[in-house]
């Protein structure tokens, strides 16, 4: 069974995420814990989560991914904005527990100048400080496309960060398809190469979940710019390649293309009707 989802406006809700989903034949979905910019999160529903930890477990609902917002930064020059980060962290994974056993991606940061040495340290800094044996929510790195001073568009400074962490079985990695390509793994002529590589510099255990993006440029542009599923530079046989690989095939993707509902239920469709059973 593929585990597919989008991402979904949290807006409405769980409940709404739920039937969204169902709709479009998806049994995961990603959503923002707030504005994606930030701001304050909305109270926690405790009758709708009930409700949809129920809708999730009668559909077979994969694991879940919230989204940290964009402008969390750990390893910002200035300290009002790292603050911002752990305080923000730290809330969304108190809210999370809500949703026991899912997952919490968020983009490593930007190093802005300070060096990739002091970035990773930092943002090793924040993960131990907030991390607790206890949580049930696993942490997920994202891989970066290496625009501007992003760190961790490299598996080296994902295995650097991850080194540096103290509670490492809370903590994972998320491959955006779009991202690693950007940053200069060629998954379109040589997946098995970079799946070898993430597993020889990382381990592929940490590895939790899929962003399946299409990329409107180049093998090592350094962009971020997603396109639809075989509208980009990567293009479909490449993605169906990677939902159906071996090492990858077990973990949940989800879909971040511009697309409406529409689109993703069509997307969804596609995927479905090339992975192998
Ligand atoms: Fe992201
Ligand atoms: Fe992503
Ligand atoms: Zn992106």
Request: a negative charge.
């Amino acid at each position: 069974m593929l585990t597919i989802g989008c991402h979904l406006s949290v807006s409405k809700g769980f409940c709404a995420m739920g039937k969204e989903a169902l709709k479009i034949d998806a049994n995961t979905f990603q959503f923002f814990t707030r504005n994606p910019r930030g701001s304050k999160a909305k109270d926690i529903d405790e009758k709708d989560i009930a409700e949809f930890l129920i809708l999730a477990k009668q559909n077979n609902f994969g694991v879940l991914l919230a989204h940290a917002p964009y402008t969390l930064n750990p390893c910002s020059k200035d300290q009002r904005t790292r603050e911002f980060a752990w305080e923000t962290m730290e809330d969304d994974l108190r809210r999370m527990e809500y949703l026991p056993d899912n997952m919490y991606n968020f983009h490593p940061g930007s190093h802005v100048g300070q060096g990739i040495d002091i970035g990773i340290e930092q943002i090793t800094q924040m993960l131990n400080s907030i991390i607790k044996s206890q949580q049930k929510t696993t942490i997920l790195l994202e891989t970066m496309s290496g625009k501007g001073t992003e760190v961790g568009s490299r598996f080296e400074e994902i295995s650097a960060i991850i080194d540096g962490v103290k509670f490492k079985e809370k903590i994972g990695v998320c491959l955006d398809t779009c991202h690693v390509h950007d940053a200069g793994y060629d998954i379109v002529n040589n997946l098995d190469k970079v799946i070898e590589e993430f597993d020889s510099v990382i381990g592929l255990d940490y590895l939790k979940a899929i962003h399946l993006n299409d990329s409107m440029n180049i093998c090592q542009s350094h962009k971020d710019r997603h396109q639809k599923i075989g509208m980009g530079e990567i293009g479909f046989n490449a993605l169906a390649a990677v939902i159906n690989h071996p090492r990858l095939r077990k973990l949940p993707f989800y879909l971040e293309t511009p697309n409406e509902l529409e689109g993703y239920k069509e997307e969804i469709r596609a995927l479905r009707e090339v992975y192998c059973l």
